[in-house]
């Protein structure tokens, strides 16, 4: 039995949209920041990244600002997505979800295995390890800007499939970032934090629709969500957890979806590519960091993540808890199995986390857009060949 795809046009279409024209402007960004680091004038990238921000300590950089502080729009962004999406979108079946989930889980557990196995089996540092998470990541804007450039050569139900897939990814990848790239907590800021959260559960109970009173209140969330400990991006998803939403209601009335369609345009094409200004630009030579986190990562992202994907849907369908959207096939999940190995925005954001100013952070990062640039020309390929046998016989007939 296969699953029949929604025909409507409703947010999570738009929402894919705006993603798909984000991610192709993501790919321009990325590509400036490679050129400016090594074809142009390296010192002035390097002045540019570690510019101070007048009016703030001198400790604030522009490359603080963006990962620590506009990063957080970009949490708030997916939080409110996939929240929408779990109480009244394409996870609220729990049969439609499954596929997805599984899919995903699949392709987080696989390619962090491999990492951890490619690292071990080199006798890396075992500190190197802390990058597991890195090849667990998908770019949601970036692949679904690479799936949007194939047109209608793929089914509708492919795309979808793949952003639903991407947005598990996007959960997992935040309880990665809580449990393993936080510092020691310091509990009286801890403290701060939860008595914002409180206050924003009350407005919440209270059902305020006003978005002005949750954004007020998420700055001082910000502020003491950086000082506990916890990364200060992790302020975005709490802040989400607590915007009212409900299924029954329109965008005006609804302030979930009014606050998702005002920070959408502005997380897609602006945040998102100073993200890739600021942390695509690396010198494409050979780096003193350990050879295993660069393997580690190349192989997690464009073997793991195909290969778990689609063992974690294949076991799905097989024990009978989901089954393949209309018209989608077992290749087509193969190809977006390699179109979620573009790890781009998340992983380079794990990989800072991870490694920091290490050695290891510039091989890293070159990884990383190795993998993904590599993966989305293998999914691309891929796909635009299954498209052309799947047009074959309508064509003989």
Not at 53 to 70: E, K, M, Q, R, S
Not at 141 to 169: C, H, Y
């Amino acid at each position: 039995m296969r699953l029949p795809v929604a025909q409507s046009k409703g947010p999570f279409v738009e929402f894919m949209e705006g993603e798909a024209a984000g991610g192709i402007t993501l790919m321009a960004f990325a590509v400036i920041a490679l050129g400016w680091a090594n074809w142009g004038t390296a010192s002035s990238y390097s002045a540019f990244v570690s510019a101070k921000i007048p009016g703030l300590p001198a400790w604030t950089t522009l490359h603080f600002l963006v990962n620590d502080g506009l990063m957080a729009l970009f949490f708030l962004l997916m939080s409110l997505e996939i929240k929408r999406e779990i109480l009244g979108g394409e996870l609220k079946d729990r049969r439609a979800a499954a596929l997805p989930v599984l899919a995903a889980i699949g392709g987080m557990m696989v390619p962090a295995a491999l990492f951890v196995g490619v690292n071990l089996g080199m006798a890396s540092p075992l500190r190197d390890i802390q990058g597991a998470g890195i090849p667990m990541a998908t770019d949601i804007a970036f692949s679904l800007g690479v799936l949007a450039l194939l047109g209608s050569r793929v089914p509708t139900g492919l795309k979808l499939l793949l952003a639903t897939i991407a947005i598990v990814d996007d959960l997992g990848a935040i309880v990665v970032i809580a449990l393993f790239y936080s510092a020691g907590v310091k509990w009286l800021m801890l403290g701060g934090m939860a008595g914002c959260t409180l206050l924003l559960l009350a407005l919440n109970r209270l059902r305020v629709s006003a978005l002005w009173p949750y954004l007020v209140m998420g700055l001082p969330l910000w502020g003491f969500t950086m000082a506990s400990g916890l990364h200060a991006t992790l302020s975005g998803v709490v802040l989400a957890l607590t915007i009212p939403y409900s299924a029954l209601t329109t965008t005006q009335k609804n302030p979930l979806l009014r606050l998702e369609h005002a920070l959408g345009p502005w997380v897609n094409f602006a945040v998102l590519p100073l993200f890739a200004l600021v942390n695509a630009g690396v010198h494409l030579t050979l780096h003193s960091g350990d050879i295993g986190v660069s393997a580690g990562i190349i192989v997690g992202l464009v073997l793991g993540k195909p290969l778990g994907i689609f063992i974690g849907a294949w076991i799905g369908v097989r024990i009978g808890l989901c089954a393949l959207p209309q018209p989608v096939e077992w290749p087509h999940v193969a190809g977006v199995g390699m179109l979620a190995g573009i790890g781009f925005t998340m992983s380079l954001f794990i990989a800072e986390l991870a490694f920091g100013h290490t050695p290891n952070i510039e091989s890293a990062k070159i990884a990383i857009l190795g993998a993904s640039v590599l993966s989305a020309i293998l999914g691309s390929l891929w796909l635009l060949r299954t498209g052309r046998r799947a047009e074959a016989p309508s064509k003989l007939s």
